[in-house]
């Protein structure tokens, strides 16, 4: 039997079913989901789930894509339509599709609401029952492991956007010790009252720039001091210069931090030397 999918609007066959390579689902893990159990063609516990749904929805100002009584609709007619009496239902919703950017679409972007439903086996689920499981342990890091540049970006498009609305272009994310980690998208960097240049080491916490990687280089060639250590919000907002990497921006000088001038407010001398320095130090590959 052919499997079908609602994907915003349409029920499709499962192999023509597809949402946009721009969706921020697919882009940046921005999606929130919820999965109903299907018992003798019966959806279980519908209200926690929409309620559930609401709130993440809320949590990421996602809106929401159409009504309960709808989305029930849509849940009841997947499951249906592929003849599932036992099993579950699986909704996607996903901030919708718009050019990569950290920072939210327009509000006017639909969200992608995907519904698929499959069916499976009571009598084999009650006999593994019967039998249990084993687990393993393991350390919870969800998500610790920044050093990947994964698409789990959520964090840092929420992140983005805070900045956004405070009329910034960028966050600096802040570890419990209240050490700088690095930006929503980019690495981060200070230069010190007597010129030293400091950014935080790359074995843990942060993703290691390939900007930034060059860039150490490129400051030990114009005879820079470097000091590979973490730094607090505080020595930031003391420091002489701050600046942002990324192959994005580049070298991009941060004039404010929480709304408080770094150095004299404009552009430090040193990170538009480095800025002007940095292309010396990089790979050319020809088109
Ligand atoms: N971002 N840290 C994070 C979390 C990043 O997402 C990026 C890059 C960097 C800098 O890495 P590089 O110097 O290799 O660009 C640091 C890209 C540009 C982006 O997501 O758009």
Not at 126 to 137: F, Y
Not at 172 to 184: H, L, P, Q, R, S
């Amino acid at each position: 039997m052919t499997r079908i999918a609602y994907v915003n609007g349409r029920y499709l066959p499962h192999e023509s079913a597809a949402v946009s390579i721009d969706d921020r689902g697919f882009l940046f893990a921005d999606a929130v989901y919820e999965v109903c159990e299907i018992r003798d063609g019966e959806i279980v516990d519908a209200t926690l789930h929409l309620d559930r749904l609401e709130r993440s929805l809320r949590e990421l100002a996602i809106r929401m894509p159409m009504s309960r009584a709808a989305l029930m609709v849509v849940l009841r007619r997947t499951s249906t339509r592929n003849r599932v009496k036992n099993g579950s239902v699986y909704l996607q919703v996903s901030r919708g599709q718009a050019h990569r950017d950290h920072v939210f679409p327009d509000p006017s972007v639909p969200p992608t609401v995907v519904v698929t439903a499959k069916p499976h086996d009571r009598a084999k689920a009650e006999a593994a029952a019967e039998k249990g499981c084993a687990v393993i342990t393991m350390p919870d890091n969800r998500w610790e492991r920044v050093d990947i540049k994964s698409v789990g970006l959520l964090p840092n498009c929420l992140a983005k956007e805070a900045a956004k609305q405070a009329g910034a272009k960028e966050a600096w994310f802040v570890d419990a010790e209240g050490f700088v980690t690095e930006g929503a998208s980019t690495n981060a960097w200070i230069v010190t009252r007597d010129g030293r240049i400091v950014t935080r080491p790359a074995e843990f916490g942060i993703l290691r720039g390939v900007t930034r990687t060059v860039l150490l280089k490129v400051a030990e060639r114009l005879g820079l001091v470097v000091e590979e250590r973490a730094f607090t919000v505080d020595e930031a907002k003391a420091a002489k210069e701050a600046f942002i990497t990324a192959a994005t921006t580049l070298v991009m000088p941060v004039v404010s931090i929480d709304g408080a001038s770094v150095g004299n407010g404009h552009p430090g001398e040193t990170a538009l030397a480095l800025r002007r320095a940095f292309h010396a130090a990089t790979e050319r590959t020809p088109l």
